[in-house]
């Protein structure tokens, strides 16, 4: 059982950068893929970037690469999204996921994500 709490959301403003953190209690962090996903009212929700359990291998989203790096600290039981450059586009619930074992070929699809987090808003004004 993994429990996951985010943090890290907010307003800021187009071009700004911001990290969100993803912090996990329960056992075996480490033997966890991690995801980041994202939602907006009405829409499906989006993955944006995922971590392998080691951290040796990260994904991202077309929409977010090149301004997001996820990153994970094992002793610390915490994945991380590094956000820049911002848009408004940005806006929306984000999500930590937790999930074993994820083959990378499904490693975008949150239905193979076992844990989910209660999600952080983060809200990039123009």
């Known amino acids: 059982q993994v429990q996951l709490v985010e943090s890290g959301g907010g307003l800021v403003q187009a071009g700004d950068s911001l990290v969100l953190s993803c912090a996990a209690s329960g056992r075996a962090f480490s033997s966890y893929t991690m995801g980041w996903f994202r939602q907006v009212p009405g829409k499906d929700r989006e993955f944006v970037a995922a971590v392998t359990k080691s951290g040796a291998s990260t994904h991202y989203a077309d929409s977010v690469k090149g301004r997001v790096t996820i990153s994970r600290d094992n002793a610390k039981n915490t994945v991380y999204l590094q956000m820049n450059s911002l848009k408004p586009e940005d806006t929306a619930v984000y999500y930590c996921?937790?999930?074993?074992?994820?083959?990378?070929?499904?490693?975008?699809?949150?239905?193979?994500?076992?844990?989910w987090g209660q999600g952080t808003q983060l809200t990039v004004s123009s």
């Open positions: 996921a937790a999930g074993q074992p994820i083959p990378i070929r499904t490693i975008r699809d949150g239905r193979t994500y076992n844990y």
